[in-house]
């Protein structure tokens, strides 16, 4: 049966790394007969610049259409200045919400290969290996009400609302517990429980849905100090589940445990594991045109897809093991390049890891 992709690759770097996914899935397309089908859309500034919205309604028909998206990375300065209600992320975030994305699956490994590449030291990153299951539809980033308003004294107030419903809640809950079963059988939910109602109820929840799976290992942990044990002692973890807003800082600084941002792919899945696939990075402006931007985040995302939504985890793990061997011949776009390495491209390393598909 065909499997239909929406290809949106945004912004910025985000159209030079999903070009190099592209490849990398024509390519396993080809060689294990998955038809698989692209089409492409326009998502954030770009979408902006033709539709004067970030989330045109072709882009959420062709996604709803499609049974997974692949998405690189929106924003950029040329879309800053614009109302907030336009502005690039807008269509992220709608994309997230409309499809009910709910349970963000942002796994940080270390490859052996870039030990050296985390500004840790080496033994306490070494074998790391977390999960960390965001909440991505809920919590401050959508609650109402929202706004910059003025006050009767004429001071400018601006306010967000942390709201989580009990399901919302519940639901992220069973998809955290189901893949700590799955792997080491603990999990540890981080919220600010006491500080936060929004967050107690959240522990509540997590504390009541734990009865329904007596073999997986519950444990909480306070946002603060979750931050601090992620650079002082990460292996401490296994899978984490959190709120939006928390899951998206903590997982950028489990992201440079391993190296680099540039390393970290993640899935966004609704309750039938139809998914999304992006790079946990951004558009990065700064390097845009350049040529030079690691593309192994959103390869390594377009292997989380063929196995999350196609069931395909063969074809998954000859990708990952094609990112192993590029790494193992030295190959390093920019930000994980050390000394006697070989620099390479965005597009080279995206060749890298094709020749290594053809090897094995
Ligand atoms: C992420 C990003 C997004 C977020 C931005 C671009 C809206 O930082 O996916 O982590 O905050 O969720
Ligand atoms: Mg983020």
């Known amino acids: 049966m065909t499997k239909k992709i929406a290809v ?15 490849k990398v899935l024509d390519f396993i397309n080809s060689d294990m007969a998955l038809d698989l089908e692209f089409e492409y ?17 072709q882009s959420l028909a ?13 924003g950029g300065y040329k ?4 109302d907030i209600s336009v502005r690039p992320e807008k269509g992220l975030l709608g994309l997230r919400s409309e499809l009910q994305l709910f349970a963000n699956l942002r796994p940080a490994i270390l490859y052996p290969q870039l030990a050296d590449a985390s500004t840790l030291k080496p033994e306490v990153v070494a074998g790391l ?3 960390i299951v965001r909440e991505l539809t809920g919590g401050i980033y959508f609650g109402q009400p929202r706004g910059i308003r003025v006050l009767d004294n004429g001071e400018r107030q601006g306010y967000n609302t942390l709201v989580y419903s009990e399901s919302e809640i519940r639901r992220i809950a069973h998809s955290a517990f189901q893949i700590a079963q799955k792997r080491s059988r603990r999990l540890c939910s981080v ?22 799976y007596p073999d997986v290992e519950l444990s909480h942990m306070y946002v603060d100090n979750a931050a601090m044990q992620l ?7 296994d899978v984490m589940v959190t709120t939006n807003m928390f899951g998206d800082i903590l997982s950028d600084t489990a992201a440079m445990l391993t190296g680099s941002i540039g390393m970290l792919p993640s899935a966004s899945l609704d309750a039938n594991n139809k998914g999304m696939y992006e790079p946990i990075h951004g558009s990065a402006p700064d390097i845009a045109g350049k040529g030079i931007a690691n593309p192994l985040a959103t390869i390594l995302s377009a292997a989380m897809m063929l196995r999350y939504t196609f069931d395909c985890s063969d074809a998954a793990e000859r990708i990952e093991a094609a990112v192993n061997c590029a790494l193992d011949a030295n190959n390093r776009t920019a930000d994980i390049y050390s000394t006697g390495m070989q620099k390479v491209s965005t597009v080279q390393m995206g060749d890298a890891v094709i020749s290594a598909l053809r090897g094995n």
């Open 191 to 212: 919220d600010k429980a006491n500080v936060l109602e929004c967050t107690e109820l959240w522990r509540q929840v997590m504390i009541e849905t734990g009865k329904q």
């Open 41 to 57: 859309g326009l998502i954030g500034g770009a979408a902006y610049d033709e539709y004067a919205t970030p989330f045109p309604e």
């Open 79 to 82: 879309w800053e200045a614009l």
């Open 8 to 22: 949106l690759p945004g912004d910025g770097i985000g159209t030079e790394i999903v070009a190099e996914a592209i």
């Open 129 to 131: 290996d977390i999960m």
């Open 62 to 74: 062709l996604a709803k259409a499609a049974d997974a998206v692949i998405l690189g990375a929106v």
């Open 231 to 237: 650079v002082r002692a990460p292996k401490q973890f």
